[in-house]
């Protein structure tokens, strides 16, 4: 079962809050982009024809994140150096307090009262940060097991998504099979390129005989229809949608301009 519930207002709701910016320093991660944006802008400062690209995926992620090894993980990172105390708080009392939050979501379902007492629900506050540590454990893992010359030439992570580059299919399928070797919960999936083309985010790579292009990209079963400005839905989520596409047209390469230019339409009736 995977929850999807909101955690606004629950019982630890704000101790979560809390947490998630003590630790936002475990999201720091040189493999890690920000955004699509930061994403282009790595891609373009490598030449990657040649290489075989591809995606990998996390099957099912919030509900098979491991939770008592992850707390382990969080407090291995946390507690070292010496340190004894992060901000006041014991090593002891940090175990219990992420054991609370992590493993104490109640919800109802078909008129019983249900706890999950693995996985984390999607919709706190927290999970985004515990779903990083486990992949990125994962991810280092990997690449401590295999040989020098069968390592990613390039690699980038966006939370469960992963964009590497390798120097042939061998090295590729080495990668992938390492990454589901290491012990815990988490299953990856792959992408491959197709065509020289492939998907990542919502940008479209391609390789050409001058390096790479990439393009905005959009699902199959993207309509082209958004929400309308006399909708009865809060003003603020529709500015927040224009908002967004000015940022793409702003920030986003002149080929990606083009592009998104001529397929969104923003219009205030």
């Known amino acids: ?62 509900t098979n994140i491991p939770s008592k090894f992850n707390t382990n993980l969080i407090i291995k990172s946390l507690f ?50 515990l779903a990083d540590v486990i ?13 020098v010359k069968n390592k990613p030439i390039v690699l980038w992570r966006y939370l469960d998504d992963i964009f590497v580059a390798v120097k042939d299919m061998n090295a590729l399928d080495i990668f992938f099979n390492t990454l589901n070797s290491v012990p815990n919960n988490i299953t990856f999936t792959k992408e491959l390129e197709c065509g020289d083309s492939l998907a990542f985010l919502d940008v479209l790579i391609e390789k050409s005989q001058t390096g790479i292009q990439t393009t905005t990209y959009r699902k199959p079963t993207h309509s082209g229809l958004y929400t309308h400005w006399t909708s009865f839905i809060p003003h603020h989520q529709k500015e927040i949608l224009c908002l967004d596409y000015l940022t793409e047209l702003i920030k986003s390469p002149a080929h990606i301009m083009s592009y998104t230019m001529n397929s969104c339409k923003l219009k205030a009736c």
């Open 135 to 147: 992949i990125s454990y994962v991810r280092d893992q990997a690449l401590t097991k295999i040989n």
């Open 1 to 62: 079962m995977r929850l999807i519930i909101s955690a606004v207002g629950s019982f630890n709701h704000e101790a979560a809050k809390w947490l998630s910016d003590v630790l936002a320093p475990l999201h720091h991660h040189s493999t890690v982009v920000r955004d699509t944006f930061s994403f282009v802008n790595e891609i373009q400062r490598n030449d990657l024809r040649g290489c075989v690209v591809a995606s990998f995926d996390v099957k099912s992620l919030f």
């Open 80 to 129: 070292q150096d010496g340190c004894t105390q992060i901000q006041g708080i014991s090593q002891t009392q940090m175990k219990k307090l992420l054991k609370w939050i992590c493993q104490s979501t109640t919800f109802q379902f078909n008129g019983k009262y249900c706890k999950q007492i693995d996985g984390v629900a999607m919709g706190s506050r927290i999970a985004p940060l």
